[in-house]
């Protein structure tokens, strides 16, 4: 499938290797760091050099190390709300869309109310609710993450409970949820991947837009968002928001990339649609 979609597409095969390479460096975190995240120096804000090659923060920590590990904490989280909300929008989805009726209908409504509010305030609101922190945070984005993926999950559940092979499974007596896991699951395969890999981009700016205000990964834990709030006091010191903003620029910038790749081969008749409310 990945072959398929690099063929002739060397963006792809960019993107795909700038993604990866995110993803060992968040893995590889403890033996690729020039130096600990929390390391402090006498040398306070100086800018790229030899010996530090992002140069330094305020408390002459290296800016490189934070980076890096900031991703580790940035994708990790990014990758397990993606896993967890697909997850609980595929169970909802499947779900609404196979039974219909009144449980479709709750179920749908309940989705509408959370759809309903704008996606980075609702966020905030229950990050300032909980408290700030790391774990708060991760509750937050997960709980207006999953909605996409049940409208999408809905959408072709509906589409496929009338196809014959569905009707045919359910002639030989197969319950529900073996309908719904040998039968449907396998042909949302293709539509759930493209949604979950432009997913994880935008999860990682949302959680660090948290950071960035104060509401997520506290001091003195790396972060890309904290990073930059820190870089915006500091408006001599370029490095400090620069280098965790291109990070995100190019983290977000690869999966859209894979993303729209993945569905001109997955998914050619654009099933998965747009998936924000109101469109």
């Not at 499938?1 to 975190?29: D, E, I, K, Q, Y």
């Not at 397990?80 to 929008?89: E, F, R, W, Y």
């Not at 984005?141 to 999953?146: A, T």
């Not at 990339?257 to 081969?265: E, F, I, M, S």
């Amino acid at each position: 499938m990945v072959a398929r979609a690099a063929r002739g597409n060397p963006l792809f095969a960019s993107a795909l290797t700038v993604s990866v390479g995110w993803l060992v460096v968040a893995l590889a975190a403890p033996l690729i760091a020039p130096a600990s995240p929390l390391a402090q120096s006498p040398d306070l804000l100086v800018g790229p050099s030899a010996q530090h090659w992002f140069g330094t923060d305020e408390l002459g920590r290296d800016v490189l190390s934070r980076l890096i590990w900031g991703a580790r904490v940035s994708v990790t989280i990014a990758l397990i709300v993606v896993l967890a909300s697909s997850l609980i929008g595929a169970v909802v989805g499947g779900v609404a869309g196979y039974f219909g009726g009144w449980v479709d209908e709750a179920m749908m409504r309940f989705t509408d109310l959370v759809f309903a509010f704008p996606g980075v305030i609702l966020a905030l609101a229950v990050t300032a609710a909980l408290g700030p922190g790391l774990r708060n945070a991760v509750i937050a984005v997960l709980i207006l993450s999953w909605p996409p993926y049940a409208r999408l999950v809905r959408g072709q559940v509906l589409m496929l409970r009338g196809s014959e092979f569905v009707m045919m499974a359910r002639l030989r007596g197969a319950s529900a949820p073996r309908t719904l896991l040998r039968d449907i699951a396998p042909n949302l395969t293709g539509p759930m991947l493209v949604m979950a890999t432009v997913d994880v981009g935008e999860k990682i700016l949302l959680v660090a837009a948290i950071s960035f205000l104060g509401l997520g990964v506290q001091q003195p834990t790396a972060d890309w968002g904290s990073m930059i709030a820190t870089g915006t006091q500091y408006l001599e010191a370029w490095w400090l928001p620069t280098f965790p903003g291109l990070a995100i620029v190019t983290v977000v910038l690869a999966n859209n990339l894979l993303g729209d790749r993945l569905r001109d081969v997955l998914d050619p008749r654009g099933v998965t649609g747009d998936r924000r409310p109101g469109r």
